[in-house]
């Protein structure tokens, strides 16, 4: 199904461009309409389409080898969907799913090269979407590589505080790849101090040193032994 314009004006990215440049993005794109958990693209798939995200909300997300899935990034409206992907001419490193029923405007992505990736109203926010993503990837990789558990909590209460009470601990545990019983736990320590629970938490996680591998805090041999 073809976008309306008054869909395409509403977008952010394409509300400047002019009559015809609107009909011209028309031709190119497709509406596609997904239900909840619905499959959007798999990992190594070919990325002849641009995705923006016009409703809803769309996870991107790998399986490790255990078979569980490790969420990425979740892009809500007007946000792209692996532009990198697109633009460096590979496969989807990852797969997407709508996480509630969604919309998405799909574009012909050589044909949208031609026309509009160098727009000067285009080009700019195509770019600061491509950093975000290098930088959303930094992010991913101190989560999971250097961040301990609590440490990846703390960061994500401290990155999210606004919005914490719409977010379900399961979501969370998958989003930090992390057993859901452990944010548990930690909210209910948070939830015994109140709002300055939060704080203490988050001081503590990147304050308090953690204890030397080679250290005990129980007997050892050596003291029962002396």
Request: hydrophobic fraction near 40%; glycine fraction near 4%; aromatic fraction near 8%.
């Amino acid at each position: 199904m073809k976008p309306d314009i008054e869909l395409l004006k509403s977008i952010p990215i394409f509300n400047k461009l002019n009559s015809n440049e609107l009909l011209s993005m028309q031709e190119i794109s497709s509406i596609k309409e997904l239900k909840k958990d619905e499959i959007l693209f798999y990992e190594g798939d070919e990325s002849k389409t641009l995705h923006i995200v016009i409703d809803g909300e769309i996870e991107v997300y790998k399986v490790n080898s255990k078979g569980k899935e490790i969420i990425l990034k979740e892009f809500k409206p007007f946000s792209f969907i692996a532009e990198v992907s697109n633009y460096n001419e590979i496969n989807f490193p990852a797969s997407a799913k709508a996480t509630c029923p969604s919309t998405v405007l799909l574009v012909n992505f050589k044909e949208f090269e031609k026309k509009f990736l160098f727009h000067p109203t285009i080009a700019p926010v195509i770019l600061k979407s491509m950093a975000n993503k290098v930088m959303n990837l930094e992010k991913v990789i101190s989560n999971n590589l250097i961040l301990d558990a609590s440490q990846r909590v703390a960061k994500y209460i401290y990155d999210n505080e606004e919005s914490l009470n719409e977010i379900k601990h399961h979501k969370i545990a998958e989003y930090l790849n992390i057993d859901p019983v452990i944010v548990r736990l930690i909210w209910v320590l948070i939830s015994l101090h109140g709002g300055m629970g939060i704080l203490l938490y988050i001081i503590a996680c990147f304050i308090i040193p953690e204890k030397p591998k080679n250290e005990s805090s129980g007997n050892t041999i050596s003291n029962i032994q002396n």
